[in-house]
């Protein structure tokens, strides 16, 4: 049996974060201003979800693919990163994490866009 792994080179990782209670609907706003860029501007992210936690809304989790390291430099270095950060950063309750994985696996490929 083949195991699905993606695509040598693509960078696959995670960001976690929880934001106080009252910035909620300001941090809302700013993830969908970021995201709606993302799919504009950047043909390097593969994958971009934003996921909010059912039984506490504060806290998120962002999955993203890049098609490679320089992908992953472009969007670091855009001022939407430095946009978003400046809004999502002084709202968070501790720093946000970030965290590098491989895929060892999939049901399935995901679609493109």
């Known amino acids: 049996m083949a195991y699905i792994q993606g695509n040598p080179g693509e960078i696959r990782e995670i960001a976690r974060y929880e934001v106080r209670p009252e910035a909620l609907e300001e941090v809302l706003v700013a993830i969908h201003e970021f995201v ?37 430099r472009i969007h670091g270095q855009s001022a939407a990163v430095k946009k978003f950060a400046g809004i999502l950063y002084p709202k968070c309750i501790a720093p946000v994490e970030f965290i590098k994985y491989k895929q060892i696996d999939a049901s399935a490929g995901f679609k493109r866009v």
């Open 36 to 72: 709606a860029y993302l799919q504009s501007n950047e043909p390097g992210a593969l994958r971009y979800e934003v996921w909010q936690e059912d039984k506490h809304p504060t806290r998120f989790v962002h999955l993203f693919v890049w098609r490679d390291e320089e992908a992953n």
